[in-house]
């Protein structure tokens, strides 16, 4: 199997390349439109053939680059079948597994961050969109989030995974490349409370976990509702921006990166 995690600087994404070395098919994981011409160069070196594309959801701080990918590429484009992204070709369900050459990834309904979330299971790792990230977790104030629904998809799926699963989310900011439930129980400052709480149901810890939930869902806030609501929107149509410039669109990702976690 071949593996690489790309990142966006701008946008602080992580974009993953897998694939199989021996059909040389490929998929590509949260691609950020800007890096197209970079993820098809990378294609062409390694020899391979794209032929999925998915994104974890619809993302609110940079623009998706799975219709620029579908259409230089002909590739399929992927998402759960909760996405209201209706001009996506393959919607998956709940542990629906897509498959290519050689190698299988699982689908698996994570809400929280956004309420049509999914991560994807592959092996030994997981692919947990902003659904969990590695000092943190994805906001749940816009997009019909929800910290309940958060707190399920984390302790009632991910976790359930085997302890050893490796955890890739689609953004750090401070670019640690991926973690380790161990870590994430430990370290995560919000996952260490929950935990906290998951273990001993005790409604003060509760309490302090909803204050600093809050407190950073507040320190979200800053962010332009404008620049986000364009990013969702462009997003619902997979990152079609025909009549926005570049240069534009530049400006207002880069206003929104960091808004997600
Ligand atoms: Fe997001």
């Given at each position: 199997m071949l593996f690489r995690q790309l990142f966006d600087q701008t946008s602080s994404t992580f974009t993953y390349l897998i694939a199989s070395k021996k059909g040389r098919e490929a998929l590509i994981i949260d691609p950020v439109l800007e890096k197209v011409e970079q993820y098809i160069k990378l294609l062409k070196e390694l020899d391979l053939k794209l032929v999925k594309v998915i994104d974890t959801h619809i993302h609110a701080d940079h623009i998706s680059g799975i219709a620029e990918l579908r259409d230089k590429t002909n590739c399929v484009t992927v998402m759960g079948d909760k996405t209201p992204a209706d001009v996506v070709a393959m919607r998956v369900a709940d542990e629906e597994i897509i498959k290519i050459d050689g190698i299988n990834l699982k689908a698996l309904y994570t809400p929280g961050h956004t309420s049509e979330s999914f991560s994807f299971l592959m092996k030994d790792r997981v692919f947990t969109g902003d659904t969990l990230l590695i000092r943190g977790t994805g906001r749940t104030?816009?997009?019909?989030?929800d910290p309940r629904d958060s707190y399920n998809s984390i302790?009632?799926?991910?976790?359930?995974?085997?302890?050893?699963t490796l955890v890739y989310p689609a953004h750090d900011y401070t670019e640690r490349r991926y973690t380790t439930y161990e870590e994430i129980l430990n370290i995560n400052p919000y996952m260490r409370l929950a935990y906290e709480y998951y273990k001993t149901k005790n409604n003060t810890i509760k309490d302090k976990f909803i204050k600093v939930f809050t407190e950073k869902e507040k320190s979200l806030a800053h962010f332009d509702e404008y620049d986000i609501n364009l990013c969702v929107d462009i997003n619902k149509m997979c990152g079609v921006v025909d009549d926005i410039s570049y240069e534009t669109l530049d400006q207002l990702w880069s206003k929104s990166s960091g808004a997600c976690g």
């Open positions: 104030d816009f997009q019909n989030g302790f009632n799926k991910l976790l359930k995974l085997p302890e050893d």
